[in-house]
Each structure stands twice: as structure tokens, then as C-alpha cells.
């Protein structure tokens, strides 16, 4: 659980992509949330990150690569700390990810 005040896991959903992804997200978004999750507040550490990628978008993968560094440190410190890589990227590069 965050280290917040509250007991309900907190999810983060970052969209790296096109229009629908961001459609998509907004939708992954709602679907954590009926299963008890709250968004992270600005600037906290959340329970769950999200990535949402397309393959289409120049850059997406830098991107992508980028965030997932961003989070090694906090799954290191964090073991149940849990990362989801979704989209048309994630299927794309999934022996890379």
C-alpha cells in the first residue's frame, strides 16, 4: 500500500501514444477504480503504475523506456510495487520489455 494516508491502493496511468490511447487509459482508469484503487495524489508515489503505449507514435518507445527507468528504483526499494506495460508497443516490443 502507499505510504498515504489512506488504505486503498493508489494507481498512476501514464499514455504514451495516440488519441485512442489516451481514450483507452481514461478507461483503465475507471476499471482500477471500480476494483478499489484511487488515483495517486500529485507528487506520491502510487501502488501501481500503468504504462499505455502505441507503436505508431514517433518516440513512444523512448518514451516508454524512459518512464520504466524512472521506476526500477522504486520496485528495488518497493517489492509490491507493480508495473502493467499495455498497448500496441507492449506487444510489439514484449521480449524487450
Do not use: W
Request: glycine share 10%; charged share 20%.
Amino acid at each position: 500500500m502507499s505510504s498515504t494516508s489512506t488504505l486503498a491502493p493508489t494507481y498512476l496511468v501514464e499514455t504514451h501514444g495516440c488519441q485512442m490511447n489516451v481514450h483507452d487509459s481514461e478507461r483503465i482508469g475507471g476499471l482500477l477504480e471500480a476494483q478499489g484503487y484511487l488515483p495517486v495524489a500529485n507528487g506520491a508515489e502510487p501502488d501501481l503504475v500503468v504504462f499505455n503505449t502505441c507503436a505508431v507514435r514517433e518516440n513512444a518507445d523512448q518514451k516508454l523506456y524512459g518512464a520504466l527507468t524512472r521506476y526500477i528504483y522504486t520496485k528495488e526499494s518497493r517489492p509490491n510495487f507493480q508495473i502493467a506495460v499495455g498497448g500496441c508497443l507492449a506487444q510489439k516490443d514484449r521480449g524487450e520489455i
